[in-house]
C-alpha cells in the first residue's frame, strides 16, 4: 500500500500565525486611527478654504460683494457665504453683502445655491471661533474694509491635530499647521 503524503497547517502553527496578526493589528491600530482623524480635519478644512475661494472669486466675477459668515457652536459650526443683492432701481449703487446665518442654511447663498459648509457629522472637529464674518469686494476681491486684519480660525481634532486657516486682506485664503501641533500632510508650518 502506498501511503499519501498530506500537506496542511498544524494547530500549533495556526495559533502561532493568528497570535502575529493580532499583535500587528494591536499595534496599527493607532496609526489607522490618527490618519483618519487627520484626514476627517483635513476634509473640513479644505471644504472651508474652498468655499471662502468660490466666494472670492464670485465677488470678483459677479461684481457683487460677498460676505463669508463663520457661526454655530465650536462642536456644531458651519461656515456660510452670501452675495449682496441687485440694487432695488437702475443707477442705484450695488449694496454690500450682509452677513448670513449659516445655522440657516437657506439665508446662505450664492449664485441660487445654498452655499454651506456644516462640521462633519461624529468627526469632533472643533472650530476655536464661533463668530466671524468677512466680506470680499467686488471687483478685487480683497476685504472690506481693506485694513480689516486677516481673518483666522484654527481647526482642531480631538487628538490635538490643528489646521488654521487665514485670509489675508488681498483675499487670498492659506492653511497651516500651528506650531505646537503634529504635521498634517499639505499644510506648512505656521
Same mark, same amino acid.
Given at each position: 500500500? =502506498? ?9 500549533? #502553527? ?15 491600530? /493607532? ?5 483618519? #482623524?487627520? $484626514?476627517?480635519?483635513? $476634509? @473640513?478644512?479644505? *471644504? ?5 475661494? !468660490?466666494?472670492?472669486? #464670485?465677488?470678483?466675477?459677479? =461684481? ?13 459650526? &458651519? ?6 443683492? *441687485?440694487?432695488?432701481?437702475?443707477? =442705484? /449703487?450695488? /449694496?454690500?453683502?450682509?452677513?448670513? *446665518? ?6 446662505? !447663498?450664492?449664485?441660487? =445655491? ?13 472650530? *476655536? ?7 470680499? @469686494?467686488?471687483?478685487? $476681491? ?15 481634532? /480631538? ?16 492653511? &497651516?499647521?500651528?506650531? $505646537? ?10
Amino acid at each position: 500500500m =502506498q501511503r499519501r503524503s498530506q500537506s496542511g497547517f498544524t494547530l500549533i #502553527e495556526l495559533m502561532i500565525t493568528i497570535a502575529v496578526l493580532g499583535i500587528l493589528a494591536v499595534i496599527a491600530v /493607532p496609526t489607522f486611527r490618527a490618519l483618519i #482623524e487627520k $484626514g476627517r480635519l483635513r $476634509g @473640513a478644512a479644505d *471644504d472651508v478654504m474652498n468655499l471662502i475661494s !468660490v466666494a472670492r472669486a #464670485e465677488a470678483i466675477k459677479r =461684481q457683487h460683494s460677498v460676505s463669508v459668515a463663520l457661526g454655530g457652536t465650536t462642536t456644531a459650526w &458651519c461656515v456660510g457665504a452670501n452675495r449682496a443683492g *441687485d440694487p432695488a432701481t437702475a443707477g =442705484q /449703487p450695488i /449694496p454690500v453683502a450682509s452677513a448670513c *446665518d449659516c445655522t440657516s442654511p437657506s439665508s446662505c !447663498v450664492l449664485e441660487n =445655491q445654498v452655499s454651506v459648509v456644516n462640521a462633519p457629522v461624529n468627526s469632533g472637529v472643533t472650530s *476655536d471661533t464661533i463668530t466671524g464674518n468677512i466680506t470680499f @469686494a467686488a471687483q478685487t $476681491g480683497a476685504l472690506i474694509p481693506v485694513t480689516t486684519v486677516p481673518g483666522v480660525v484654527t481647526f482642531t481634532s /480631538p487628538s490635538g491635530y490643528a489646521l488654521k486657516i487665514t485670509v489675508s486682506p488681498l483675499g487670498l485664503v492659506a492653511g &497651516c499647521t500651528p506650531v $505646537g501641533t503634529s504635521f498634517i500632510s499639505g499644510f506648512p508650518s505656521c
